[in-house]
């Protein structure tokens, strides 16, 4: 019913510049940030293990490869064991983002399309 999505880090579609953790020192791996997104396998749902990602989350977004955001939620009060779903549905296009921020770093993880 639900497949690992295929997802991986790249370069963020925003224009804004952030910090990366390098500078404090300490790197996330990617594969982690892999372990933890899921996709549901006609792709319109999205789900993150929080659990699986070794640092407290700030927030959430989904956006497109322009820079716009249809979404963005702030989880930090949330527990560090929650698994958070996304309802696609609502988004147009399939060239959709998901930034996964922390309080040091951002990732951005594409999702599979939806056709």
Do not use: C, W
């Amino acid at each position: 019913m639900f497949s690992a999505a295929h997802v991986f880090a790249i370069d963020p579609p925003t224009k804004k510049n952030k910090a990366s953790s390098e500078s404090f020192g300490y790197e996330i791996p990617t594969d982690t940030y892999q372990k933890a997104v899921y996709q549901s396998d006609d792709r319109t749902k999205v789900f993150i293990d929080f659990g699986e990602i070794p640092v407290n989350l700030k927030s959430i977004q989904v956006l497109n490869s322009s820079g716009d955001v249809f979404i963005n939620k702030v989880v930090y009060e949330l527990p560090v064991n929650s698994l958070f779903e996304i309802d696609l549905t609502n988004f147009p296009g399939n060239d959709l983002v998901l930034e996964i921020q922390t309080f040091t770093d951002s990732r951005f993880v594409l999702l599979g399309s939806r056709n």
